[in-house]
């Protein structure tokens, strides 16, 4: 007999309430461990519900929209809990983006205010500046509020603005299938998509993943590489510890494999000595940290599990890292739409190489042309076909966005976007995607908007960006570029230019001057060809 499946959600149900409600009977125990200091559960119940007064008083009310642009830190945490149990709701976006993104997404999502961390101040000023916005208030998370002021929007600083307000008596009577926040999502072209998710499935992603696939358990302290506004990182460490009285270790900083190394060795003045159990990140950045000459021994951390997502983990790099530590990481599939994994390995039976098996909870089918799941082959095969996802934590829609959501969510089913096959044990292979996004470090990259950028550099006449694999089977970006003639530029310059005018990570990796592109006869380019050059170079 499978295991049973959990308890759905009460009808009425805020996620921030039932979080704080289920860790009350320990208020001693540590919650956050950021870069600055500690957080007991008893401390982050005060500061959540003082938050949810304090936004109140701004004059938020349910259902209105809060930017938050923090970098990772307990202030994210009270910040996102407090919009929940106060009804309004938090709108969480990439750190990394620039000032004209965020102008699209304050007028996009119609937000009122914005919580920010103060290194990000200056870029959110120069997004208010661009003006067609409703913000009235800005809070400013550690740090000076000390810059130029934007017109009529009031700066209040976190600390002060939260201990200026009691707690609130009692959560916003919310239900389980409202909107409770929204991440955006990039697609290959258009604008980001607005994802929508309820309080609900943050109840259920912690349930079918957090508690029954990975087993957090009370006493882990765990620690995601992947940020909490991804959907893996809020899964990682918000919702999936938080939901078992575990602790987590937050990092403001990019996670490179220097400042990962002092938290998973607890070598931080505020880990002082705890190093974390449960470790989470991206394919990338495994393979970073097992190239860099700093990597730990085994026993200088204290790992029993470690978790991979955002981009298929290479064999190699699974097999390398269980080598070394003596922990097998766990693969999983996931996506914004779904807001976290839902065909997974399992710890103690993992298949490198695979995505694993459906989580309990989740249904799969591979459909083929017609649009019918395809039939399995005698020894129980599934060929080639597109991956689609039926399960209780589908976000609700893309905002403003019917075409979008009418493609992606269709009734029960969500298309992932994914091709894949199954083998004769039931276990998924990720055989690429059906779009052209390319997944560079876990993130999504639209070539199209490099492309687009490209071409606004003076010395370019065309280009065409494609996804090649590098030694360690992950995906790097490639421009191919044509010159103007007579013009000239190096490859260090064109990579500047992508970074200065586009979120940096976007920018191509590598660069190759060609003196045409492959066209149809239409004159469109063919992608193809230039993935076929490769090819035969790497083969070469
Ligand atoms: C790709 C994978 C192979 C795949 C995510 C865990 O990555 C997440 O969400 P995004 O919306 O991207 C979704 C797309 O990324 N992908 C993710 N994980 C894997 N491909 N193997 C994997 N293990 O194309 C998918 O459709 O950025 C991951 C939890 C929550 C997430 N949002």
Redesign the pocket.
Known sequence: MPPALPPAPPERFNFAAHLLTRNAAHPERPALIDDVGELSYGALHERVRRCAQALRALGLRREERVLLLMHDSSDWVVAFLGCLYAGVVPVAVNTLLTADDYAYQLRHASVQAALVSAALLPTLAQALQQGGHEVHSVVVSRGSTDVAQPGGVALHAFDAWLNAHPPANAAADTHGDEPAFWLY?SGSTGRPKGTVHTHANLYWTAELYGRGVLGLQAHDLVFSAAKLF???GL?NALSFPLSVGASVVLMAERPTPTAVFARLTGNTPTLAGRRPTVFYGAPTGYAGMLAHPELPERHHVGLRLCS??????PRDIGERWAAHFGVDII???????M???YCSNRPGAVAYGT?GTPVPGYELEIRGEDGLPMAPNPDGSIDIGDLYVRGPSAALMYWNDRERSRQTFQGAWTR???KYTRDAHGRYI?AG?NDDML?VS???VSPFEVEATLVRHPAVLEAAVIGITDADGLTKTKAYVVLRPGASATAEEIQAHCKQHLAPFKYPRAIAFVPELPKTATGKIQRFRLREWEAQRTAA
């Open positions: 999502s991804f959907a893996y899964g991979s997502a955002g981009e298929a983990l693969d999983g599939i996931g996506s914004t739409e807001l976290h994994i995505s992932t976007g994914d990720y995607r997944k876990g993130i999504y």
